[in-house]
């Protein structure tokens, strides 16, 4: 169950970006170039300007303009980062989906890669700027969560993760060891328990914190004047679910 949220235009410009960074992936090494990233990121505009995401935003022609200006400054940036073209993907946009701890986890990988010495390598693109240092760790947490999912499906661990700050633009970059996936294990179990515990005692107290500010659901969140009912009305039926908890991983 899922209550749907409006479109965003700087979500939507992710996923533009993102579309355009793996046909650039897509493309043997000597061809990913600049010129041909804005060309992918002209065929993935094309590609998605009938999705409800893109055609669902009220832009005005000067604010489209902005957008794709914006898209195009971030392909721009991202090959300051690093060089498309030693780059060895194994897998993008990649669907994972395994047991961690109590719960099973899925989620979608940007991009698994092999580094110079085919060690597996999980890099995540962001389009919104890098966090100050102090937060910066908490951001790892999705990627994560990826490294214990590869390990579980493919029985081999990642030695690296890395989030691409396009905007800035920066990498961010951790190594995962046997305790990132043991952390990972308690705290999904944790928050398993935690959500266990909540639905026994049907509590769910909002939380409020600098994110409200990117919240969709405020309309319906008793600390800004909702009615979490409300939003009951939105829910497609609930389906029949599997004995296994399944979330998905955050992107
Ligand atoms: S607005 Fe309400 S529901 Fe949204 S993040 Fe803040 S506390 Fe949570």
């Given at each position: 169950m899922k209550i749907p949220q409006e479109p965003s235009a700087a979500a939507s410009k992710g996923t533009l970006v993102h579309a355009a960074l793996e046909l650039l992936m897509q493309r043997e090494p000597d061809h990913r170039t600049l010129q041909n990233a804005l060309s992918d990121l002209d065929t993935a505009r094309k590609k998605l300007e009938s999705d409800p995401d893109f055609t669902g935003l009220d832009l005005t022609a000067t604010e489209w303009d902005k957008f794709h200006a914006d898209a195009a400054a971030l392909v721009h940036k991202y090959f300051e980062l690093e060089d498309p073209k030693t780059i060895r993907p194994v897998g993008l946009e990649m669907r994972v989906n395994a047991q961690i701890g109590k719960v099973r986890l899925r989620g979608i990988i940007d991009r698994l890669e092999l580094d110079d010495n085919d060690d597996l390598v999980i890099t995540d693109y962001k389009t919104g700027r890098a966090p100050p240092a102090r937060f910066a760790e908490k951001r790892m947490d999705g990627v994560h969560i990826y490294a214990a999912l590869v390990e579980a499906e493919q029985g081999k661990r990642p030695v690296r993760a890395q989030l691409l700050f396009l905007a800035d633009p920066v990498a961010v970059v951790t190594n995962i060891s046997q305790q990132t996936i043991t952390r990972v294990e308690r705290s999904t179990n944790a928050v398993w328990s935690a959500i266990q515990t909540a639905t026994e005692r049907d509590d769910f107290r909002p939380s409020t914190s600098k994110l409200c500010d990117y919240c969709s659901y405020q309309a319906y969140c008793p600390e800004f004047g909702?009615?979490?009912?409300?939003?009951l009305a939105l829910l497609n039926p609930p389906v029949a679910g599997a004995a296994t908890p399944t979330l998905a991983t955050p992107s």
């Open positions: 909702g009615n979490p009912e409300a939003a």
